[in-house]
């Protein structure tokens, strides 16, 4: 079978994809994770608090499709990655799985029996279901960008050589609170737009200011712990882009400041970390001036640039070894076949589309902001 697009392009096109699909789910899911943890904050009343779940109840699910197909694309696509990180990470994984599943529980029964008590403790279930995943998310890009303490003997045997604990540092920790800053911004960008004037909405734009506030100072510091911290790897050697995946055949040394060396050899990538600084000040102009969908497209800009200045500072890096730098992963040496990724790649090309008509019909067709009287008289509302 011919093969149009040659080994190197399909790598590169894979690794952009995966972005595509993480900041997909991001954006989407994203804003679910962030309005779950703003909950018990935003919403006093239990009319207050059935306000804010019902602007993301008839969503969420749908916007699990990102997550499938981003872990999907990791499996198929990055297979070393995938073996890597899922098996390093795993108590990490089972934490964020055990917190999504309160979610839809949450949803489910919270309203099914009148004591406040009882729709009390769903109602910090699905603070939790929200919280906690945008902390460990969070933390595990930390960690990507620190490094994964694992590494290949000559059979290609990953040994890792972490723990649970082991994960939260005082870098990942900053990229943990980052990321809850984030998606908390992206979720009040989302209330902004769905439920009516009142309480709720004042509250939730007072949340927001300090998120935003909290995204840019965050998202500073953690810059200048990359730069200052010694992050960074560097390829040594002639590059073989064309080759077969193995770690093993590709050299890779410690680079202090390593990741800042993409800016200066492509100048165009500070747009990403530009964007993750000016999404949140056009959100705090949203907020300002009460325009909805200005806050919200300016939660939208920051998450895909904060998102996208770790894998545009990385490349051609996905997961780097902190014990053992000839073991890190690469866009070069952690692929799929040549073949795998050209028949990936037409079947993404046939149902991405689908997946974003779908995303963009469902918007269209819940489109709108829902009141306390829908609350009140809307039968079908949780």
């Known amino acids: 079978m011919h093969i149009p697009l040659d080994y190197e392009t399909l790598r590169v096109v894979w690794w952009a994809l995966l972005g595509v699909l993480l900041i997909g789910f991001a954006l989407t899911d994203g804003y679910d994770l962030g309005v779950g943890a703003l909950l018990p904050f935003v919403g006093r009343s239990d009319q207050e608090r059935r306000l804010v779940i019902n602007a993301i109840a008839p969503h969420w699910e749908g916007h699990q499709v990102w997550f499938i197909l981003g ?82 003997d000559s059979d290609l045997r990953m040994t890792y050589e972490g723990s649970l604990l082991g994960l939260f540092t005082p870098f990942t920790l900053l990229t943990g609170l980052l990321s809850v800053a984030m998606l908390a911004l992206h979720g009040a960008g989302w209330l902004a737009v769905k439920i009516e004037e009142g309480p709720v909405l004042v509250r939730t734009r007072a949340i927001a200011r300090i998120a935003a506030l909290a995204s840019i100072a965050l998202f500073l510091i953690g810059g200048v712990m990359v730069a200052k911290g010694g992050m960074g790897l560097a390829l040594t050697g002639a590059v073989d882009t064309q080759g077969p995946s193995n770690p093993l055949m590709s050299a890779s040394v410690a680079a202090p400041g390593g990741w800042l060396a993409n800016y200066g050899a492509h100048p165009w990538m500070v747009l990403a970390p530009v964007l993750g600084l000016v999404g949140p000040l056009v959100a705090l102009a949203g907020i300002t001036a009460r325009r909805g969908w200005l806050n919200l497209l300016g939660t939208a800009l920051a998450t895909t640039g904060i998102i996208a200045t770790v894998g545009l500072s990385m490349f051609p890096f996905i997961l780097p070894s902190s014990i053992d730098p000839r073991s890190s992963l690469t866009v070069w040496n952690a692929s799929s076949s040549h073949m795998t ?22 918007m269209k067709m819940l489109g709108g902001r829902i009141t306390l009287r829908d609350v009140q008289t809307n039968p079908d509302f949780y």
């Open 71 to 152: 872990g999907g694309a990791i499996f198929a696509a990055w297979p070393f990655v995938y073996a890597v990180s899922f098996s390093g990470f795993y108590l990490a994984m089972f934490l964020v799985l055990a917190a999504l599943i309160l979610r839809p529980v949450s949803f489910k029964y919270r309203s099914k029996h009148a004591d406040p008590a009882w729709r009390n403790r769903w109602d910090w279930a699905l603070f939790v279901g929200g919280f906690v995943p945008a902390l460990v998310f969070g933390v595990a890009v930390g960690n990507v960008l620190a490094g994964a303490p694992f590494r290949f």
């Open 341 to 362: 990724l050209f028949i990936m790649l037409i079947v993404t090309v046939i149902f991405l589309p689908v997946v974003l008509g779908y995303t963009a019909w469902v």
